[in-house]
Each structure stands twice: as C-alpha cells, then as structure tokens.
C-alpha cells in the first residue's frame, strides 16, 4: 500500500490506539506489552503513529518485537544500496525491515509471529 493509500484512515488503527499501554498475560510466562500514540505525520512515520508491540519472556526479556522507535539499515545486498527504514521487526537479536501496509496488517503479523513463538510446532 503506498503512503498516500494509508494517509485514509484504516478502520483499526482506533483498535490499535486503544491498546496503547495494555499488557496480556499469555502461555508458560509470556507477555506482550502494546504502545502505539499518533504522531505527527513525516518522512519516518507516513501512518503518523508511533508503535512498538512486543513479546516477552517470563524473565521480561523481549523476544519478538514490531516498532518504528529507531531507524534500522538491512544489511546491503551484494551491489543494492542500503535504505534507511523505521519500520522493523526484532526476532531476539536479529533485526529486519518490516512494511507497515495497515494497523489491522500489523496486529495480523504481531499475533501470527507471537503464537509462532510460544505454540511452536
């Protein structure tokens, strides 16, 4: 979805807003922890939220995460250029670009990335 697309209003980020702050309890000591504040709308944040949803462990150490708290580099393919995102996901320590195309798309990869974690088969 491109920049212009988002800037209408996707019907769940008031669901997403509405999170902010929340924690759930989950399976074998897991947590996850919502912050997503509207911000004003800029190069770095075309959705105008700001956002981190995590995972953690019973020892509070996080896990899995989704945010747009700090700019990230992907690693440069062999002649590519690096781009500079916002958007990313940590996966324990390794870190990766992550196309924010909706609120509802990101709650739908959060939650399929969170029971990936603790249900895994």
């Known amino acids: 979805m491109s920049k212009k697309e988002y800037a209408k ?3 769940t980020l008031e669901t997403l807003l509405d999170l902010d702050g929340e924690i759930f309890p989950m399976e074998n000591g897991y947590w996850t922890k919502f912050e997503a ?5 800029s190069q770095h944040a075309p959705h105008g939220i700001k956002y981190s949803l995590t995972l953690h462990d019973r020892n509070g150490m996080r896990i899995l995460g989704f945010d747009n708290a700090h700019a990230f580099k992907p690693k440069r393919k062999k002649h590519g250029s690096r ?3 916002w958007d990313h996901k940590h996966k324990r320590s390794i870190v990766s670009p992550y196309e924010l195309e909706s609120a509802s798309q ?3 990869d959060f939650w399929t990335e969170v029971y990936r974690v603790i ?3």
Not at 37 to 41: E, G, K, N, Q, S
């Open 37 to 41: 504040t509207r911000i004003a709308r």
């Open 83 to 85: 781009k500079t995102t």
């Open 9 to 11: 209003e996707d019907e």
């Open 106 to 108: 990101l709650l739908k």
């Open 119 to 121: 249900k895994p088969n």
